[in-house]
Each structure stands twice: as structure tokens, then as C-alpha cells.
């Protein structure tokens, strides 16, 4: 069992920088591969970006192409997403999730343990 804890969310003007943090508790990290995901008020959740076990591939939606990067340090069993330039539509709840495994998953079924959520806002 895998216990996910995201933080580091928070209200950001247009054009600032956020830093979440998802700490994991219960397995080591290193085996699994970890996801991002963000659901806005009204509508469905939707996929951010991947990153594979070793942390060594990474995948992103377009929409944050450029302006998010995702990584993993496994030593400390926490995964990160760096998101810069933020505008108002990236305005969500985003969790992070994990599956054991060795690709890439952009299907948030395919994973297994999800965090709580942290509330990002993007004021204009």
C-alpha cells in the first residue's frame, strides 16, 4: 500500500510559479512510475503529465508543453511538478497518483494510489 500526500498548492498571479510536492509513505518509490492530474469545477479530470519509474522519460498534455516539468527523486520518495508561466485556466484541483509499473500512463485508470488533491489558483 502506497500513501500519497500532495502539497504546495496555493493562489498565483497569472504568469507565476508554483512547485507541488507529492510525498509518498508505505512502499519505497523508486518502482513506480507517477502521474499529475487536475480537475477544474465542472468538469472532467484530466491528465498533466507522467513520469516513468526511473525517472528518466516524461510525457505532458500539450496545453502545459513548455511550461510544466515534472520529476521524481526517488531517495526521498517524493515527486514533483514544476509549473511556470501559469495562466488562469490551469486553475484546478491537482493530484498526483502512482502505479507500479515501468512505462508511461496517461490513463488515470491505470493507476493505483491517488493523493488528496491540492488547490491551485490562478488569479488574472
Known amino acids: 500500500q502506497v500513501q500519497l500526500v500532495e502539497s504546495g498548492g496555493g493562489l498565483v498571479q497569472a504568469g507565476g510559479s508554483l512547485r507541488l510536492s507529492c510525498t509518498a509513505s508505505?512502499?519505497?518509490?523508486?518502482?513506480?512510475?507517477v502521474g499529475w492530474f487536475r480537475q477544474a469545477p465542472g468538469k472532467e479530470r484530466e491528465f498533466v503529465a507522467t513520469?516513468?519509474?526511473?525517472?528518466?522519460?516524461?510525457y505532458y498534455v500539450d496545453s502545459v508543453k513548455g511550461r510544466f516539468t515534472i520529476s521524481k527523486d526517488n531517495t526521498k520518495n517524493t515527486a514533483y511538478l514544476q509549473m511556470n508561466s501559469l495562466k488562469p485556466e490551469d486553475t484546478a484541483v491537482y493530484y498526483c497518483?502512482?502505479?507500479?509499473?515501468?512505462?508511461?500512463?496517461?490513463?488515470?485508470?491505470?493507476?493505483?494510489?491517488w493523493g488528496q488533491g491540492t488547490q491551485v489558483t490562478v488569479s488574472s
Open positions: 497518483a502512482a502505479v507500479h509499473g515501468i512505462y508511461l500512463y496517461r490513463d488515470g485508470h491505470e493507476y493505483d494510489y
Open positions: 508505505g512502499r519505497t518509490f523508486s518502482s513506480y512510475a
Open positions: 513520469i516513468n519509474w526511473t525517472g528518466g522519460s516524461t
